[in-house]
Nanobody, 123 residues
């Protein structure tokens, strides 16, 4: 139900925009977000947007560099990533839930996951 795209290789300091299409969901009402994972590590929260009132949340490591946004008409959520660093490398997963949870930064709170898109930042 979630189709993530936009990943790829990029040099440090560069930018990428990830997209998450949700054709079977209402991006307007669902809470959606992004997690990332590198080999040997747990999935890490990146950003989330609340469905009903568009509250935005970010991990401290990406604040000021990443922006999550939503296009309700296209049922799509975006993650604009600027000033990328090598430590941003990983597989980025789009997630969704019908409700907003206090533990919005926990992967266990999201029942719907996309297939992931690889982001590789080289120095």
């Amino acid at each position: 139900q979630l189709q993530a795209s936009g990943g790829g290789p990029v040099l440090a300091g560069g930018s990428l925009r990830l997209s998450c299409a949700a054709p079977g969901l209402s991006a307007r009402t669902y809470s959606m977000g992004w997690f990332r994972q590198t080999p040997g590590k747990d999935r890490e929260f990146v950003a989330a947007i609340r469905g009903s009132i568009s509250t935005l949340k970010y991990a401290d490591s990406v604040k000021g560099r990443f922006t999550i946004s939503r296009d309700n008409a296209k049922n799509t959520v975006y993650l604009q990533m600027n000033s990328l660093k090598p430590e941003d490398t990983g597989v980025y997963y789009c997630v969704a839930d019908q409700s907003w949870n206090i533990r919005y930064d926990s992967p266990a709170e999201y029942p719907i996951w996309g297939q992931g898109t690889q982001v590789t930042v080289s120095s």
